[in-house]
């Protein structure tokens, strides 16, 4: 599910089952991660521009890979 600012591209999936999309209320992007040892087995990334949600997803999916060889 995506929602985008007028203008923007959107941010190419960066994993499996990566939910991406704009808050227009909030005005920051946002990245629903799997990750099954939090709580609710995902984890709600925010970054102020889809360069750094990449960079902030990138990371947590590169450690979720290296703890389990998965994802």
Do not use: K
Request: glycine residues 8%.
């Amino acid at each position: 599910m995506t929602c985008p600012r007028p203008g923007t591209v959107l941010p190419a999936p960066r994993g499996p089952r990566v939910i991406t999309w704009y808050g227009r209320a909030t005005g920051r992007w946002w990245a629903l991660v799997p990750w099954p040892s939090a709580p609710h087995g995902a984890l709600l990334v925010e970054a102020p521009d889809q360069a750094t949600l990449n960079e902030h997803v990138a990371h947590l999916l590169a450690a979720f890979r290296s703890r389990t060889g998965t994802l």
